[in-house]
């Protein structure tokens, strides 16, 4: 889909990127990384041509940028930044349907895609009428993200989109986005400094240094064999732990699990299911276990839902900090799915800890 070949960029007589050949395959999402200065930005950035190559050449879809008008190129390119660059003065509905508006889209065909990139980044219709002042940091991304997608672009480019916001939506914003590449599958280029973002969104990382390319292939690869000291050093001393946030929780799903109405609780002797989800007023709020309970320990405890992207490493610490034994894993299209233990999943990094030390 985007191939470099020897590609470079010089300011005078420094480079900022120094032959760069490689390809970012179609409907994947391919992270770069690497330390402030590597040349990150600028690579995101010469495949739309805000900035241009001083040697060699970059090819979409097999035909140069160079061979492409300059304007058409870039409206025919999803753009999403870290401040995000809605336009103060405009309302969610014009910031949105920009492109669409540049592209010669009709009223009807428009709006009806602005309603569409509402659903899909789950913020509800009155929030067209707000101005980007009125949303929250996160809520602000989700738009921006909504921007770039309007005009049904191929390829999205975003550089560090996610950095400016605080940790707890930072996360939320990662796992939406996983959520819509599963439908869209956009071929995405994302720009990070975040070894964990990088290995969590990435189906392949570019690692980058002094402009020049170090090792470009899938996390695992990258994780069980990185190619050299700055690489090791980039991902850190725990990367034992990392190698846990390529794990799916949606992997080890236990599904012995039952729905049933809180005055059910006192037969649930004679049911098979070892976990209960409670149901109060058409709601699941709460769960109980069933060797617990049993046992006179007849305690209520309060969900911890995760959506079925959500990995090990993410999941075992959420639970530690809830001091809860399990989280219950709904999907947004098939509801409930099953839960994960916290000791089967200390088991699982236990047995990865004793692989790793053979």
């Known amino acids: 889909m985007i191939e470099f070949k020897n590609v470079s960029k010089r300011y005078k007589e420094s480079f900022v990127v120094k ?4 390809e970012f395959n179609i409907g994947e999402i391919s992270i770069i990384i690497g330390p402030s200065g590597c040349g990150k930005t600028t690579t995101l950035k010469m495949i739309n041509k805000l900035i241009e190559p001083t040697q060699g050449e970059i090819f979409i879809n097999k035909k140069s940028i160079f061979d492409f008008d300059e304007i058409s190129l870039r409206r025919s390119i999803g753009y999403v930044i870290q401040e995000v660059g809605l336009f103060p003065h405009y309302t969610i509905f014009q910031n949105i349907s920009l492109i669409p508006n540049l592209l010669g889209w009709n009223k009807k065909k428009i709006e009806k895609r602005v309603y569409e990139m509402m659903e899909l ?10 101005y980007p002042k009125e949303l929250s940091g996160g809520e602000k991304q989700r738009v921006g993200v909504a921007r770039a997608l309007a005009g049904d ?3 999205l480019l975003m550089d560090e989109p996610f950095g400016a916001i605080d940790p707890i939506n930072r996360k939320a914003l990662q796992d939406f986005f996983i959520e819509i590449q599963k439908t869209l599958k956009k071929t995405v280029v994302f720009v990070t400094h975040d070894i964990i973002e990088a290995i969590k969104l990435g189906d392949k990382i570019l690692v980058m240094k002094e402009g020049s390319m170090v090792q470009f292939d899938k996390p695992e690869n990258i994780l069980k064999n990185p190619k050299n000291s700055f690489v090791e050093e980039l991902l850190g001393g725990n990367r034992k732990l990392l190698v846990m946030s390529l794990k799916k929780v949606s992997n080890f799903l236990k599904k012995d699990f039952k729905i049933i109405e809180k005055s059910e609780l006192e037969k649930i002797e004679n049911f098979n299911e070892s976990v209960f989800l409670i149901k109060d007023q058409d709601k699941v709020i709460n769960y109980v276990l069933k060797d617990e309970f049993l046992k006179g320990r007849k305690c209520i405890r309060n969900i911890i839902l995760i959506n079925e992207n959500e990995n090990l490493l993410e999941t075992i610490i959420l639970l530690l900090n809830k001091g809860e034994k399990i989280a219950i894993v709904k999907c947004m299209e098939r509801g409930f799915m099953g839960y994960v233990r916290l000791d089967d999943m200390i088991k699982i990094f236990e047995k990865e800890d004793e692989l790793s030390n053979k």
């Open 19 to 22: 032959n760069l050949s490689f």
């Open 121 to 130: 980044i789950n913020l509800p219709l009155d929030y067209l009428n707000k």
């Open 153 to 155: 672009p191929d390829i």
